[in-house]
């Protein structure tokens, strides 16, 4: 038995893979849900119920896919040019405190500064902590040789304790009761809502335009094509005279910057204001998204809703079954290793091959 790469690639195999490991996915978690004592076809049409059965419904899962697709385009745009950048979650906090750092520190200050010159700065700001986030791992990957998994996993949880202590420190609002939560963000700077009475507010409109312009780079720009040949091969793209090393360099500014206005949009969009546990893990969730998107900016929008979707509705799930909301866990994690099996294959095919004869032996050894 043996591995081959398949000397055509199926365009409906590629296709197809996302479906086959969502529906392998559903087979195998439903073995779980069974072994918790709950009728199968019950919990499943109560999940589905929960994240899509509504207005309502759908308004909280989009709720919580807007940051997923922001993470989701971070980890895909790092991973298109394999910079496997794993600190998104520290990212999304370092952009949501320089947010608020620049909106909520403003207010009844003598030096009073418009909304409209503050929105932007804000942003920037945001994108800007992220982006510088990812630039130091980055440089040290191209420069140093530096494994960026282990540089960017390791900043999240420096980033964590940073923003406790300002939580805890300068930045903590004397309002909250001793509760450490930074100040407030000027409700001039809050986004708007897209339904009235709901969460769903127009950060979701800017994550998908994000990730329009993003699949727009990959496909019509030098830039994307660096970007794509430089994650194929980098010796070869070096070979070609590509500059690998400042594509790297901006490959990192935008996704960090992705993962940084991830944390801004969430804190204008939902909380106003940053605390430890305002991202269940977005970060490190953007990355299931992204490999189940196939790195594909589009396909990362279908995944964050599908993946918001499951996390929403396993809620509405538990609480009318009595199975446990990690199932959700489990859904997201079987539905990536199954996405990489059924990727994998779409590009491989096992060949089985019989015992050869000491002739045929020698026939192939000549």
Known sequence: MRIERRAELSRAAQLGAPFVAVAFTLLVTSLLVAWAGAPVGRAYALLLEGGFGSVFAWTETLTRATPLILTGLAAAVAFKARLFNIGAEGQLYAGALAAVAVGGLHGGTEFEVSPWLLFPLMMAAAALAGALLLLGPALMKSRLGVDEVVTTLLLN??????????????????????????????????????????????????????????????????????????????????????????????????????????????????????????????????????????????????????????????????????????????????????MLVATMMAQYRVVWRGPQTPSAKAQGAG
């Open 157 to 338: 949880f420096i980033v964590l304790l940073f923003v406790s202590m300002m939580l805890d420190g300068p930045m903590k609002d004397p309002t909250a009761m001793g509760w450490p939560q930074s100040v407030v963000l000027q409700d001039a700077l809050q986004l708007d809502k897209l339904v009235p009475r709901t969460r769903v507010h127009t950060g979701l409109l800017w994550a998908l335009v994000l990730a329009l312009l993003l699949w727009a780079l990959f496909k019509h720009t030098t830039t994307g094509f660096e970007i794509r040949a430089v994650g194929a091969n980098a010796r070869a793209s070096a070979f070609a005279g590509m500059p690998v090393g400042w594509v790297t360099v901006k490959v990192a500014l935008l996704s960090g910057a992705l993962a940084g206005l991830a944390g801004a949009i969430e804190v204008a969009g939902r909380t106003s204001y940053v605390t430890l546990d305002m991202s269940p893990g977005y970060g490190y969730t953007g990355i299931v998204i992204a490999m189940l998107a196939a790195l594909n900016p589009l396909g990362v929008v279908a995944a964050a809703v599908f993946v918001a979707g499951i996390l929403v509705g396993a809620d509405s799930m538990s609480r009318a079954v009595d199975v446990p909301t990690y199932i959700a866990d489990v859904i997201v994690s079987v539905s990536l290793l199954a």
